[in-house]
Nanobody
Framework: VQLQASGGGLVQAGDSLRLSCDASIRTDSRYTVGWFRQAPGKEREFVAAINFSDGRTQYGDSVKGRFTISRDNDKSTVHLQMNSLISEDSAVYYC?????????????WGQGTLVTVSS
């Protein structure tokens, strides 16, 4: 499985940004695609995930109510809409995939995309 994340950039606090992850997986599969982030000096943090079979989503506590994960119905592209960004959201964001249903560990990882939020 190949994953390509894009959409990162430099924004100001309060702005919105949308990340995209192009995944080489079947649109009718049972795969889960997730987003993680890692800031300098911090551990990797779970952000959100979506399962392709039923669209069920999960969110990390720090982003609930601000971030939304979705997928294109006819494409294996997963989006992460990030609203009301704060400086603490600054990190390298990675998308990942796994064949299990909303797993705790992910098998495949893509390259990250950097998000910087200036306060």
């Amino acid at each position: 499985v190949q994953l390509q994340a894009s959409g990162g950039g430099l924004v100001q606090a309060g702005d919105s940004l949308r990340l995209s992850c192009d995944a080489s997986i079947r649109t009718d599969s049972r795969y889960t695609v997730g987003w993680f982030r890692q800031a300098p000096g911090k551990e990797r943090e779970f952000v959100a995930a979506i399962n392709f079979s039923d669209g069920r989503t999960q969110y990390g506590d720090s982003v609930k109510g601000r971030f939304t994960i979705s997928r294109d119905n006819d494409k294996s592209t997963v989006h992460l809409q990030m609203n009301s960004l704060i400086s603490e959201d600054s990190a390298v964001y990675y998308c990942a995939a796994d064949g299990d249903y909303l797993p705790t560990k992910y098998r495949w990882w893509g390259q990250g995309t950097l998000v910087t939020v200036s306060s």
